[in-house]
C-alpha cells in the first residue's frame, strides 16, 4: 500500500465551480498535512498545511482533515482556470525525516 | 519569503561524468533535501541533510552522493552520470522536522545522453 495516494485524475471543473482534491495516507502516526500546487514545468510550491482535525480555510482554499479516516482533502472554491495545475498532497510523521507526497491529482478548470 | 536557488534550469551531460548540482537557500533553514521527479513516479527522495557536514539517504541514494558544507548550500553529485539518471531535480529546505512545509527551488532538468 502506498503511503500516500492520491487519485491521479484529470480532474475537470468548469470555472466558477468548486474543485474537490482528495487524499488518503496508511500511517496513523502522521501528524502534518500539506497541500502544494505545480503548474506545468515548475516546481511545487506550498499552498496550506493542516495539523488538526477539522477544516482549515485561506481565502478560496480550504484543508479538511479526518485522521479517524486517515484523509485529508483541498476544496477549492470559485475555481479559476489559473488554478490549473497539479496538486501534490504531502505528510510528514512527527520528527520523523522527510515528508511523503503523493503522485498528485492534475487539475484543468476549463472557462 | 524564503528563496531556494538552483544554479541550472537546464544541463545535458554525457554518460559517464560527473555531475554536480547545486543549491543556495537563503533564510537559514536547518534541513535540505534533494528530489527526483519522473512521470508516473512522483517525488522520491534522493539525500537530505539536516546540519552542516551531516547526511542521510533517502529511498533512491545509488549513484548519487551530496555535501553540506556550509549550512546555506546543499550539493548533488552524480558521480558518473548515466541515461536513467535523466530526471528533474527538485532541491528543497525546511526550517525544522514535523510541522513546516519545504520551500522548493525552481529545479534542474538533466538529460544525460
Known amino acids: 500500500q502506498k503511503e500516500v495516494e492520491q487519485n491521479s485524475g484529470p480532474l475537470s471543473v468548469p470555472e466558477g465551480a468548486i474543485a474537490s482534491l482528495n487524499c488518503t495516507y496508511s500511517?496513523?502516526?502522521?501528524?502534518?498535512f500539506f497541500w502544494y500546487r505545480q503548474y506545468s514545468g515548475k516546481s511545487p510550491e506550498l499552498i496550506m498545511f493542516i495539523y488538526s482535525n477539522g477544516d482549515k480555510e485561506d481565502g478560496r482554499f480550504t484543508a479538511q482533515l479526518n485522521k479517524a479516516s486517515q484523509y485529508v482533502s483541498l476544496l477549492i472554491r470559485d475555481s479559476q482556470p489559473s488554478d490549473s495545475a497539479t496538486y501534490l498532497c504531502a505528510v510528514n510523521i512527527y520528527n520523523n525525516n522527510d515528508m511523503r507526497f503523493g503522485a498528485g491529482t492534475r487539475l484543468t478548470v476549463k472557462p | 519569503d524564503v528563496k531556494v536557488t538552483q544554479s541550472s534550469r537546464y544541463l545535458v551531460k554525457r554518460t559517464g561524468e560527473k555531475v554536480f548540482l547545486e543549491c543556495v537557500q537563503d533564510m537559514d533553514h536547518e534541513n535540505m533535501f534533494w528530489y527526483r521527479q519522473d512521470p508516473g513516479l512522483g517525488l522520491r527522495l534522493i539525500y537530505f541533510?539536516?546540519?552542516?557536514?551531516?547526511?542521510e539517504k533517502g529511498d533512491i541514494p545509488e549513484g548519487y552522493s551530496v555535501s553540506r558544507e556550509k549550512k546555506e548550500r546543499f550539493s548533488l553529485i552524480l558521480e558518473s552520470a548515466s541515461t536513467n539518471q535523466t530526471s528533474m531535480y527538485l532541491c528543497?529546505?525546511?526550517?525544522?522536522?514535523?510541522?513546516?512545509?519545504?520551500?522548493f527551488g525552481s529545479g534542474t532538468r538533466l538529460t544525460v545522453v
Open positions: 541533510s539536516y546540519d552542516v557536514k551531516m547526511k
Open positions: 500511517d496513523r502516526g502522521s501528524q502534518s
Open positions: 528543497a529546505s525546511s526550517l525544522g522536522w514535523g510541522g513546516y512545509g519545504y520551500t
